[in-house]
């Protein structure tokens, strides 16, 4: 039988309103590092306003987009989408919906980087919990100034799985 090798994360990408503060927050609160500054993308008939328009439909407006690193140099793209206008969702937790719904980073003190997290402007969505009752893992959901959903997670996610029916 041939052993199948895991593909690497990539990147994931966020949609945020503003995304300066956007690029303040996660740098400030997580160390997430600026590799490539804001750049506006339009729809205007050039290589990367195309390549725009053909993932994100005929809706699309333009955007703001800006590459940061986590530090294990997973990337993380942040966009600002100039038209439509971005809306926020009033539920950010609709987890019945198919698709994404939270990053998950990883910091061994939860509870630091929680209180952290809510005064800087985010939230704190649920109560830190361990993972499994009586052991070390901890985790907790917040969510980010701009209403994206992130989980905090005290070890890495073999560590917190392995050996796990």
Request: glycine letters at 10%; hydrophobic letters at 35%.
């Amino acid at each position: 039988m041939n052993k199948i090798h895991a593909n690497n994360f990539n990147h994931v990408g966020v949609s945020v309103p503003d995304i300066d503060a956007a690029i303040e927050w996660y740098g400030s609160v997580f160390g997430f590092v600026l590799i490539a500054e804001p750049a506006e993308v339009r729809p205007d008939g050039t290589h990367f306003g195309n390549l725009a328009s053909d993932i994100c439909g005929n809706k699309y407006g333009g955007m703001k987009i800006a590459h940061m690193v986590t530090g294990d140099g997973t990337g993380f793209e942040l966009f600002e989408f100039l038209g439509p206008k971005p809306e926020r969702r009033d539920d950010t937790m609709e987890y019945w919906k198919n698709g994404f719904f939270h990053i998950a980073i990883t910091h061994p003190d939860v509870e630091s980087k929680v209180k952290e997290i809510v005064e800087s402007g985010g939230l704190k969505r649920s109560e830190i919990w361990e993972l499994f009752p009586g052991e070390d893992v901890k985790v907790c959901y917040c969510e980010d100034p701009f209403g994206n959903v992130i989980e905090i997670i005290s070890h890495r996610y073999e560590q917190a799985l392995a050996n796990r029916s």
